[in-house]
């Protein structure tokens, strides 16, 4: 037991001090609280259905547009996007990458093929149009009484 270590009070102090240090120098250098807020979370996606077509729009601003990337599979669609900054200084040269991404379910088949995006001051609209030949099939199950699975 003579390994062990007793931290006092001062000791404890000081390590609370240089971690506080290290993560303010962080945001700092790669990017401010509000930044940071971006990498942390979600944008609100915003999905309406408008007669033949599903929208979705949300707000990204200071997005590189060839950055946006938006896929459908299934009744799902992903959005990812990025924003690069570019600092520079007399002395040195900062580059600061924030991403986002999101998923989003579809509350119908969409027609992949024919799926546009646009993106002007800050706002992200995707148009899907509704897959007309893709209709839900429902079928029913068979009933048998007096057979049991074999799970069971």
């Known amino acids: 037991m003579s390994d062990l270590h007793v931290w006092h009070r001062a000791e404890l102090g000081k390590l609370k001090q240089d971690m506080e240090e290290l993560f303010d120098s ?17 944008p609100d996606v915003r999905v309406m259905s408008e007669g033949d077509v599903i929208v979705v729009t949300t707000h990204v601003p200071n997005l ?10 299934g009744n799902r669609l992903s959005i ?28 119908s088949p969409v027609d992949a093929e024919k799926v546009t995006a646009s ?5 992200l609209r995707i148009v899907l149009p509704k897959c007309a030949s893709c209709t839900p099939v429902q079928v029913r199950a068979e009933d048998h009484n007096n057979e049991r699975g074999r799970n069971e």
């Open 26 to 42: 962080f945001v700092r250098d790669f990017c401010s609280p509000l930044d940071m807020r971006l990498l942390r979370c979600e």
């Open 64 to 73: 590189d547009p060839r950055s946006i990337k938006v896929s459908v599979t």
């Open 80 to 107: 990812s996007g990025e924003k690069v900054e570019e600092s520079r200084s007399e002395q040195s040269l900062s580059i600061s990458r924030q991403g986002f991404a999101s998923t989003v379910r579809l509350s």
């Open 119 to 123: 993106y002007a001051g800050g706002m």
